[in-house]
């Protein structure tokens, strides 16, 4: 982790979401010091109800491999020009992690759950923001498909609740207009 880091306010005020990445690769180890950081999320009875399969190094073409079947079914049949076009929002972040939390059947305990592990996330993207890392929190439809579920190892009582694309960028997106604070707040 570098020593002189944003401010909090900035960290939140000034993350974007990334989803043009420029392809360049994403240290593992720093990933892995960002989610060392990050788990000191809020969370109920200190469940902390994630865990993580990242993406990194070789994994990524593996990864790019699997999804790839949900995202162009007909690849064989395709230039591979057109399908690296269509994979490309996928192969060009520098790592990929999948966060998975359990799916407690009791409803109050699920929802801690996951507001828990998306405070986890949401940690991880300021983190990543401050080194100069851009993220992407993502939930394709065929996160819960049986097919990619197995593929990612996700067992009996699991759900992956993000596909969070991390990796380098060129550019930043314009912030979008947000609802002024007395929109959403009324006073007891
Ligand atoms: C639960 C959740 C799911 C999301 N899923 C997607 C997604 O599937 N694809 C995508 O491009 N962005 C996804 N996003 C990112 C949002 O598009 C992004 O956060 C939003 O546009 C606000 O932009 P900002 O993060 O730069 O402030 C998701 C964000 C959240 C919190």
Wanted: proline share 6%.
């Amino acid at each position: 982790m570098s020593e002189k880091s944003l401010s909090v306010k900035q960290a939140i005020r000034e993350r974007r979401s990334i989803k043009l990445f420029n392809g360049e690769p994403v240290n593992k180890e720093e990933v892995l010091a960002i989610f060392e950081e990050a788990k000191w999320a809020p969370n109920h009875g200190n469940r902390q109800p994630w865990r993580v399969v990242l993406a990194v190094d070789e994994g990524l073409q593996k990864l790019a491999d699997v999804i790839r079947e949900f995202v162009v079914p007909n690849w064989k049949e395709l230039p591979e020009e057109e399908v690296s076009k269509k994979m490309a929002k996928f192969t060009t972040p520098g790592a990929v992690a999948f966060i998975i939390m359990p799916q407690d059947l009791r409803q109050k305990e699920r929802l801690e759950d996951y507001a828990a592990a998306s405070s986890f996330i949401q940690n991880a993207q300021l983190l990543a923001w401050d080194e100069g890392i851009g993220t992407c929190w993502k939930t394709p439809g065929w996160l819960e498909k049986p097919e990619f579920l197995k593929a990612l190892g996700v067992e009996a009582g699991e759900r992956p609740i993000s596909m969070l694309q991390f990796g380098h960028f060129d550019a930043i997106p314009n912030d979008k207009p947000k609802k002024s604070v007395e929109e959403f707040v009324t006073f007891f």
